[in-house]
């Protein structure tokens, strides 16, 4: 029996009781998530850290790509992310025969997914060039993304794939492949960046082969298991597959692309930020990054409470469950939001310490402690709104969340944001805490909005089969 595979809490039980089993339940699914995306994250920590330590230009190159491959890859986990509230309500409504051909429409969504990232990537000159690079940065920059296409195929087959495994439930499956990718990069980046067992100091472009080797192996391992695991032997990957269905390929698409783009415009509107800091100097860049660094690492835990959701609550509407769908929804709001004053709590007390654990530079230190307090300030609505929002994605209700997103974002955070950053219209120009507040302020209007339509949402129950 898979973890979200539980027996429903009876009706007669007491709200408490049930409510306790639900936040069980989420712990079960969200743990193994909350692994997966830290050892994720990992990867892009010790690329920055081994990058670093080979030259200047290595460490610029490695981030510029990064910069430029990450937008494309989260739109595109976003939209595969569909696969998973689909999925997950086939298993609830017992429908298990639909669960093979969505996964393979799924992969089909990767494979057109890996063409379009790999032309955009393997061609990137022309936006080298904007940037005004110098051609050896360009050039490192260049070969480090061409190495890195060559991964990308394993990267959007895993997150396909992911739709099959956390969408029956199997959460700790992604956990393990993941933990085993970051494993595997960790020595490929010393031998390939550093030239070691006979091969030539490759130093970014390293970063890139090792990254693809690494996610093709993982990749490969995980088609394996799946092939002869005792599991998921209902389930046979290769024997199953199905033609291309553009009817099941549209279905995953109108819930995804709004997931994905969603995603995109959240990131993006991180990137912009970054851009226009850089005219405030080098001191309020790194303060801004290392400020941005910290939310980033504890919004994981949030982030996989709300993965975890959108799984819950989909099967549940799969298996006509709607008043526990409603349950869950509302009472991890509860639970997020005592997530949130804890970390707000930790930011507070801790933000001294936790500058000088990122840097000895005192004039970087006393801008990151500025920031974390605004950091700080914003925990409580950055978690409801990833809270709401994967309810409602496991509602399968995306169209209008992105919209609201989008608004929030980009019609009130970055423009209030850049108003109080850098003139006196509202009051004296803040700097870099002008663009926090706005966050905050976009952040709260996202979860003022999102609460509004989750509360009022009619789920719509999958049918009978």
């Not at 050892?39 to 190159?61: F, P, R, W, Y």
């Not at 490695?62 to 992310?81: E, T």
């Not at 469950?321 to 929804?329: N, Q, V």
Request: glycine share 8%.
């Amino acid at each position: 029996m898979d973890e979200t595979h539980q027996p429903l809490p009876e009706i007669r039980q007491p709200l408490v009781s049930r409510t306790l089993a639900e936040w069980k339940t989420l712990a079960l699914l969200g743990g193994p998530i909350l692994i997966a995306q830290v050892a994720q994250m990992a990867n892009g920590v010790i690329d920055t850290v081994m990058a670093g330590h080979a030259s200047a230009e290595d460490l610029a190159a490695v981030g510029i790509g990064s910069s430029l491959w990450m937008p494309l890859f989260l739109f595109f986990m976003g939209l595969l992310g569909a696969l998973q509230p689909i999925i997950s309500g086939y298993n609830g409504a017992r429908t298990t025969r639909k669960i093979m051909p969505a996964t393979w429409q799924g992969i089909y969504i990767a494979l057109g997914g890996t063409v379009i990232m790999a032309l955009l990537l393997t061609n990137v000159h022309p936006v080298l060039a904007l940037l005004k690079m110098d051609t050896n940065t360009a050039a490192i920059t260049q070969g480090y993304l061409n190495a890195f296409a060559w991964g990308i195929p394993a990267m959007l087959l895993m997150n396909a794939l992911r739709g099959l495994t956390d969408g029956l439930g199997h959460t700790r499956v992604v956990m393990v492949f993941s933990v085993l990718s970051t494993l595997i990069n960790l020595p490929l980046n010393y031998i390939f960046i550093y030239g070691k067992l006979g091969l030539p100091a490759m130093g970014g472009v390293g970063c890139g082969w090792a990254t693809s080797l690494s996610n093709g192996i993982a990749a490969i391992a995980l088609l394996i298991y799946l092939n002869r695991s005792q599991t998921f032997k209902q389930f046979h990957l290769l024997a199953e597959r199905v033609k291309p269905n553009m009817a099941g390929i549209c279905y995953i698409l109108k819930l995804g692309v709004p997931i994905g783009f969603t995603i995109f415009v959240e990131a993006s509107m991180f990137s912009v930020i970054a851009l226009f800091l850089a005219a405030l100097g080098p001191v309020i860049v790194a303060g801004h990054q290392i400020a941005l660094n910290v939310v980033s690492l504890l919004f994981m835990l949030p982030l996989s409470i709300g993965m975890a959701l959108t799984l819950r609550v989909s099967f549940l509407i799969g298996a006509r469950a709607p008043d526990s769908a409603r349950l869950i929804s509302r009472s991890s709001l509860l639970l997020a939001s005592a997530v949130a004053l804890v970390f707000a709590t930790l930011l507070f007390v801790f933000s001294d310490a936790i500058a000088a654990l990122y840097t000895n530079d005192s004039e970087v230190q006393a801008v990151t402690i500025r920031l974390l307090s605004f950091a700080a300030m914003f925990q409580i609505a950055d978690v409801i709104q990833v809270t709401c929002i994967s309810a409602l994605r496991g509602y399968k209700d995306t169209r209008v969340p992105m919209l609201i997103m989008l608004f929030s974002f980009w019609g009130v955070g970055l423009p209030l944001g850049y108003v109080l950053t850098f003139t006196d219209w509202i009051a004296p120009a803040l700097g870099a805490a002008g663009f926090w507040v706005g966050l905050t302020a976009g952040l709260t209007s996202a979860s003022v909005f999102l609460g509004w339509r989750l509360f009022r949402y009619q789920p719509k129950m999958e049918p009978a089969d």
